[in-house]
């Protein structure tokens, strides 16, 4: 996100694919989690992801390991604000491309191309210095405090259960492995093979929203 060319192509795009991304659904298994945490079998839940879907889904003990895709931060004095107010300012600042249509592709921008040296961009309201979605990309480090709370949490478990992950990413799999060398029970669920397959308790390839909603159903009575 240095180059500023780089930056009008990424937001023009944002601008016109954002409003797709906004529109995911919920799935059977984030409202499971949900249910299970609120028969109180999760006491955190700690995601990756970068979407709220666990939260919109009615998950309220959750930590966005990797931040969250609809805050923009200023890299310079870490103010932060919505996304869509950024946005709307932009679409308020370019109204040439504000109007434009496209399709969407599968990372959530617009799959556009076209010449995007004249978009103007929104800088931080406070300082004039770059803003830029508050999420982890490839390569960053997650911030200490986030890191610490999903680590306070971890020693205040019983065990520990990977849902959906491959654990490939090195911040997912440093949970697992403290876990393991505590001594607590670990375990997958996910369709394929994980990082942690040598330490886990128990591990169930299959797809999350049965499994999951089942363990709703039989936990609901026990
Ligand atoms: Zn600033």
């Known amino acids: 996100m240095s180059s500023h060319h780089v930056r009008q192509r990424y937001w023009a795009r944002a601008l016109i694919g954002f409003s797709a991304m906004r529109e995911a659904q919920t799935s059977g298994a984030h ?3 949900a249910a299970l945490e609120s028969q109180g079998y999760i006491q955190q839940l700690v995601t990756q992801n970068v979407d709220r879907l666990h939260q919109r889904a009615g ?3 959750v930590i966005d390991l990797h931040g969250r895709a609809d805050m923009v931060k200023c890299m310079v004095c870490d103010y932060q604000m919505m996304r869509h107010a950024m946005h709307a300012e932009m679409a308020r600042m370019n109204p040439s491309f504000a109007g434009l249509e496209a399709g969407h592709a599968p990372d959530g921008d617009a799959d556009l191309e076209t010449d995007f ?3 103007r961009i929104f800088d931080c309201p406070r300082c004039r210095g770059i803003l830029k979605p508050d999420v982890v990309f490839y390569g960053d480090v997650v911030p200490a405090e986030r890191r610490l709370a999903a680590q306070v949490a971890l020693a205040e478990s019983e065990a520990v259960l990977a849902v ?6 090195f911040s997912g799999y ?3 492995r403290t876990a393991h060398e505590r001594g607590l029970p670990l375990a997958s669920l996910s369709l394929g093979v994980t990082r942690a397959d040598a330490l886990l308790s128990y591990q169930w390839r299959a797809p999350l929203t049965p499994v999951l909603e089942e363990a709703v159903r039989c936990l609901q009575f026990s």
């Open 164 to 169: 959906g992950t491959s654990l490939m990413v």
């Open 174 to 176: 440093r949970f697992c």
């Open 117 to 119: 040296s004249t978009f």
């Open 31 to 33: 409202r499971a989690l």
């Open 59 to 61: 998950s309220r003990r």
